[in-house]
Antibody, heavy 122, light 114 residues
Framework: QVQLQQSGPGLVKPSQTLSLTCGIS??????????WNWIRQSPSRGLEWLGR?????????DYAVSVKSRISVTPDTSRNQFFLQLKSVTADDTAVYYC????????????WGQGTMVTVSS | DIVMTQSPDSLAVSLGERATINCKSS????????????LAWYQQKPGQPPKLLIH???VREFGVPDRFSGSGSGTDFTLTISSLQADDVAVYYC??????????FGQGTKVEIK
């Protein structure tokens, strides 16, 4: 059974970097049949896909246009986890952040982390 | 970006009755190469992450009751709950994936018991 366990701070100051970790059990971040995603949810934005990392002979990332200049999603193969970094945050980045797995060919997120409420405030 | 618009925003249905949720895409999500519509449906209950119910328009996930069904093609899609149960009270989202390697979600439809 695949599980995703999120960790990271719930409070970030404006202009700083939001950093979250998603630990994977039951699958591999290096799997060539999975993509590893970050998604956030807020009352103002709804559900918003942010970006993903995937391994297909080499590492590849895709990012939403809305955050492309500020986001980084990176794998950690030694600990079988992946990270989200979102720079220069503002109050508009306040949301529940989720990590999620996407299996190639399914075109949907079948496993989700528990969610992390991140508040941007001084 | 492709915009997904769900209707209605909320609906109240009696137990055992049918619930129908619509999802309209601003452009077609039909992949001509494989004739698949990359459209998924999720159920979200308070305090929980979304749960994938249906992918590729009509394929139910393992363990999802068969009262849930999906249909549609191109730009118009529907999620139907054939006989609403108390456990189905939730917010439902549609989601598309198209060739820009990005995902977008609908705004959600809240389903309640009448």
């Amino acid at each position: 059974q695949v599980q995703l366990q999120q960790s990271g701070p719930g409070l970030v100051k404006p202009s700083q970097t939001l950093s979250l970790t998603c630990g994977i059990s039951g699958d591999s971040v290096s799997s060539n049949r999975a993509n590893w995603n970050w998604i956030r949810q807020s009352p103002s934005r709804g559900l918003e896909w942010l970006g993903r990392t995937s391994y297909r002979s080499r590492w590849r990332n895709d990012y939403a246009v809305s955050v492309k200049s500020r986001i980084s999603v990176t794998p950690d193969t030694s600990r079988n986890q992946f990270f989200l970094q979102l720079k220069s945050v503002t109050a508009d980045d306040t949301a529940v952040y989720y990590c999620a797995r996407e299996i190639v060919g399914i075109a949907g997120f079948d496993v989700w982390g528990q969610g992390t409420m991140v508040t941007v405030s001084s | 970006d492709i915009v997904m618009t769900q209707s209605p925003d909320s609906l109240a249905v009696s137990l055992g009755e049918r619930a129908t949720i619509n999802c309209k895409s601003s452009q077609s999500v039909l992949y001509n190469s494989n004739n698949q519509n990359y459209l998924a449906w999720y159920q979200q209950k308070p305090g929980q992450p979304p749960k994938l119910l249906i992918h590729l328009t009509s394929v139910r996930e393992f363990g999802v009751p068969d009262r849930f069904s999906g249909s549609g093609s191109g730009t118009d899609f529907t999620l139907t709950i054939s006989s609403l149960q108390a456990d189905d009270v939730a917010v439902y989202y549609c989601q598309q994936y198209y060739n820009t390697q990005t995902w977008t979600f609908g705004q959600g439809t809240k389903v309640e018991i009448k």
